[in-house]
């Protein structure tokens, strides 16, 4: 059965730290990885990774994607009380669905 | 340009009623898919929706219907409704890759 396992479940950082968040899978047929920022209802699109080693930026995050070991993370840096919130990752399994992890619930403080 | 727009925002029913929730997907956007999201979860796929044909279900009962009209928008309906159904419900609309996501409908169900 696919699957999309998120890691940590939850982290709680001071403004200004630097946080990573794992996303690890096991799908049939892969087709792209995606991150989404969950604040209170609507998740945001965030990235879209389809190749290996590639790392995807914007601003202060960025993501990176290794399909030899199946797993992405994103980085996070000099983070914001903006911040807090659920990051979700999901996969594109080929199917036209999206398989999505619990999410990782950060919270940023001041 | 109007993101995915959807209603109602929150509905309150009971036991063995019957829900219609609506979606608007974004301008341009021709697939439909809806997710449910439980608390502490991340998102499950319900079924998606292009050219007003079901493309691709998840793991659902036949209790979860839906609808394509020729302008793209989408119905999901859900028959019989358990405590279990109560969730918040996101519609994401696409063009290809990157789906985009509604602030959704929070279903309680007493």
């Known amino acids: 059965e696919d699957k999309v396992v998120q890691s940590p479940l939850s982290l709680v950082v001071h403004e200004g730290d630097t946080v990573t968040l794992n996303c690890s899978y096991e799908?049939?047929?892969?087709?792209?990885l995606l991150w989404y920022k969950q604040e209170k209802k609507a998740p945001t699109f965030l990235f879209m990774l389809?190749?290996?080693?590639i790392e995807k930026k914007s601003g202060r995050l960025s993501s990176i994607l290794d399909k030899k070991e199946l797993f992405s993370i994103l980085n996070i840096t000099a983070t914001q009380t903006g911040d807090s919130a659920i990051y979700l990752c999901?996969?594109?399994?080929?199917?036209?669905?999206?398989?999505f992890g619990t999410g990782t619930r950060l919270k940023v403080l001041a | 340009d109007a993101g995915v727009t959807q209603s109602p925002t929150h509905l309150i029913k009971t036991r063995g009623q019957q829900v219609t929730l609506r979606c608007s997907p974004k301008?341009?956007?021709?697939?439909v898919s809806w997710y449910q999201q439980a608390l502490g979860q991340g998102p499950q796929f319900i079924f998606q929706?292009?050219?007003?044909?079901?493309?691709q279900r998840g793991n659902f009962p036949d209790r979860f219907s839906g609808h394509q009209f020729p302008n793209y928008s989408s119905e999901l309906n859900v028959n019989a409704l358990w405590l279990g159904d109560s969730a918040l419900y996101l519609c994401?609309?696409?063009?290809?890759?990157?789906?985009?996501f509604g602030a959704g409908t929070r279903l309680s169900v007493l």
């Open positions: 994401a609309s696409s063009l290809g890759g990157i789906q985009y």
């Open positions: 799908v049939t047929n892969f087709r792209s």
């Open positions: 389809t190749s290996s080693g």
């Open positions: 999901a996969v594109d399994s080929g199917t036209y669905k999206y398989i």
């Open positions: 301008s341009g956007h021709d697939t």
């Open positions: 929706y292009y050219e007003e044909e079901e493309r």
